[in-house]
């Protein structure tokens, strides 16, 4: 058995019998969780709603007057809105009543808003064009990633973790291309022309949406050769008396932020013995014994693994630095934005911080 009409439509009744006075029961009518007041009424059988005060009725009046309004005249504007001339009529002047307010002038030759129609329509405009925005939202949202996607990522990380995914990603959205660029500073998202870039540590900037794909800890490393000449360094203290070498754009204002067993943040600044703004070159120094690096897990953990270097001081708590993905923030995230950093989430969210 098909529900009432009124069923179908979304609408639940709820009897009002304090409201009838003799006349047709009055019911409050939930529309969308929305309550307007109706009158239902009975003849041989079929049921009548009147239902006054829908929001629906109030954008098509809305929509009526601005095409009027647009067009010169109720005739382009039924020919535009594909409906009756009459019904443009009934909309505009069912507009007017409810305003209380001429917003027309009416002429044999010509229609033009009236100084009051001429401000209704200012804001009329604007929030038809919002409704239009949000269906073309909804149409966006739901349609196939597409389109060329501009990406900034950090040197070390996009070399070594993001461009060997880009292929199966490439292949799985086959109407997206993409354009890395590995910079190891941090890009103007927008006056730069990027539509994501990856970071690491704590997001500052709240012009800017994140979502964190991974995490990383930083650790200080040395060759073992480098620690069976010079020493191991027992606590932070110890390395001012060693070989460090910096990841830099400026060597003069090197510094370190690093935790102590106590929770304590200590900065460590030191003569540099080496510097470089490039972090498999700090590795390889390392590698080489050159001396003692700061460096994330993701970079340093295989050749850890094969024991090319150690961990200098095992005992100190991990610093960890989640990475994120960062976009403008707005209305709604492009689809082939989304859809890479939901890739990048599948391939890296379940690594935690010593699982590289």
């Known amino acids: 058995m098909r529900p009432p009409l009124f069923a179908r439509a979304g609408l639940a009744l709820l009897p009002q019998p304090?409201?009838?006075?003799?006349?047709?029961?009055?019911v409050a009518v939930m529309s969308r969780g929305d309550p307007i007041l109706a009158r239902i009424g009975g003849d041989g059988g079929t049921v009548k709603l009147v239902i006054r005060g829908v929001m629906m009725d109030r954008l098509t009046e809305m929509e009526a007057f601005a095409t009027v309004v647009d067009q010169g005249g109720f005739t382009d504007a039924a020919r535009k809105m594909g409906i009756s001339k009459s019904a443009v009529s009934k909309h505009v002047s069912a507009l007017e009543t409810r305003l209380g307010a001429r917003l027309l002038n009416r002429t044999t030759r010509r229609v033009s808003p009236t100084d009051i129609g001429l401000a209704y329509y200012d804001r009329a405009r604007r929030v038809l064009n919002d409704a239009g925005e949000a269906d073309n939202l909804v149409t966006a949202m739901q349609s196939a990633p597409s389109g060329i996607l501009r990406i900034a990522v950090p040197t070390d990380f996009g070399a070594a973790h993001v461009s060997p995914l880009l292929g199966e990603f490439l292949e799985r959205y086959p109407d997206v291309s993409v354009n890395m660029v590995l910079k190891n500073r941090y890009v103007e998202l927008i006056s730069e022309g990027f539509d994501l870039a990856i970071r690491m540590g704590d997001m500052d900037d709240s012009s800017l949406?994140?979502?964190?794909?991974?995490?990383?800890?930083?650790?200080?490393?040395?060759?073992?050769?480098?620690?069976?000449e010079h020493g191991r360094p027992a606590r932070i203290d110890d390395l001012n008396d060693h070989r460090l070498l910096y990841y830099s754009h400026n060597a003069a204002t090197s510094v370190w932020r690093i935790t102590a067993p106590s929770g304590e943040v200590r900065q460590v600044r030191s003569a540099t013995w080496f510097s470089v703004n490039d972090g498999q070159s700090l590795?390889?120094?390392?590698?080489?014994?050159?001396g003692i690096a700061y460096l994330p897990s993701f970079l340093f953990s295989q050749s850890m693994k094969s024991g090319l270097?150690?961990?200098?001081?095992?005992?100190?708590?991990?610093?960890?630095?989640?990475m994120h993905a960062v976009f403008p923030a707005g209305r709604y995230t492009q689809p082939k934005v989304r859809a890479l950093i939901d890739y990048l989430v599948e391939k890296?969210?379940?690594?935690?911080?010593?699982?590289?």
């Not at 304090?18 to 009055?26: A, T």
């Not at 979502?211 to 620690?227: D, G, H, M, N, V």
């Open 209 to 228: 949406r994140a979502r964190k794909i991974c995490e990383t800890t930083q650790r200080l490393i040395a060759s073992p050769a480098y620690l069976a």
């Open 283 to 290: 590795l390889n120094a390392a590698i080489n014994g050159l």
């Open 18 to 26: 304090d409201k009838c006075n003799g006349k047709l029961p009055i």
């Open 348 to 356: 890296l969210g379940n690594r935690s911080a010593n699982a590289w």
């Open 309 to 322: 270097v150690e961990d200098v001081i095992p005992d100190l708590p991990r610093d960890v630095q989640a």
